[in-house]
């Protein structure tokens, strides 16, 4: 078993930043790749960014050069820096987890919402 609790969203500007960060806990040392979805009202979940335990990265084409992921192994977080931010980025953010035997973790998720 695996929790992961997400902090960090809140409301800004377009133009502006925010700063997502998750925190896995239990069976930590299964995890494999480690990442952010996200699901505009409306829409279906879709895939921000995903970090392997090497530290490979994966970014939708909506975000890259907006947003970083970054991952600290040994305290078992992976953040998201999103830069940049756009209306359209406005969504609630779900951290995720896979690990090394394919079993997969949600979050709760945290809402970003971009004003114009």
């Known amino acids: 078993q695996v929790q992961l609790v997400e902090s960090g969203g809140g409301l800004v500007q377009a133009g502006g930043s925010l700063r997502l960060s998750c925190a896995a806990s239990?069976?930590?040392?299964?995890?494999?790749?480690m990442g952010w979805y996200r699901q505009a009202s409306g829409k279906q979940r879709e895939l921000v960014a995903l970090?392997?335990?090497?530290?490979?990265?994966n970014y939708a084409d909506s975000v890259k050069g907006r947003f970083i992921i970054s991952r600290d192994n040994a305290k078992n977080v992976v953040d998201l820096q999103m830069n940049s931010l756009k209306p359209e980025d406005t969504a609630v953010y779900y951290c995720?987890?896979?690990?090394?035997?394919?079993?997969?973790?949600w979050g709760k998720g945290t809402l970003v919402t971009v004003s114009t």
């Open positions: 239990g069976s930590v040392f299964i995890i494999n790749s």
């Open positions: 995720y987890t896979i690990l090394i035997n394919g079993v997969t973790y």
């Open positions: 970090i392997s335990r090497s530290g490979s990265t």
